[in-house]
C-alpha cells in the first residue's frame, strides 16, 4: 500500500499533465491497464488502481454510462 505523500504525489504528476513520466515513475513494469469500451468524452472517470508497495500493478477505468442522457 503507497503511503498517502506518494497517493499526493502521484495525483499531483497526474493533474500537472506529465503522464510520461506518471506511467515511468509509478508503473510497474509489468502492469496492466484497461478502459470500458467507447471514446472519453468530456466526463468523469473513475480509476481503480490495485497498487504493491509504491507501484500501481494494475489499473480500470471506469466511465459514467449515464453522461449522455444528460
Do not use: L
Not at 17 to 29: F, L, R, S, V
Not at 33 to 59: D, L, M, P, S, V
Amino acid at each position: 500500500m503507497p503511503t498517502q505523500a506518494s497517493v499526493g504525489a502521484f495525483i499531483a504528476q497526474v493533474a500537472s499533465g506529465d503522464h510520461g513520466g506518471t506511467i515511468a515513475d509509478w508503473y510497474a513494469d509489468d502492469a496492466t491497464t484497461r478502459e470500458n469500451e467507447g471514446a472519453k468524452r468530456g466526463f468523469e472517470e473513475i480509476a481503480w488502481q490495485t497498487w504493491k508497495g509504491e507501484e500501481i500493478r494494475r489499473e480500470v477505468f471506469s466511465y459514467d454510462p449515464a453522461w449522455r442522457k444528460r
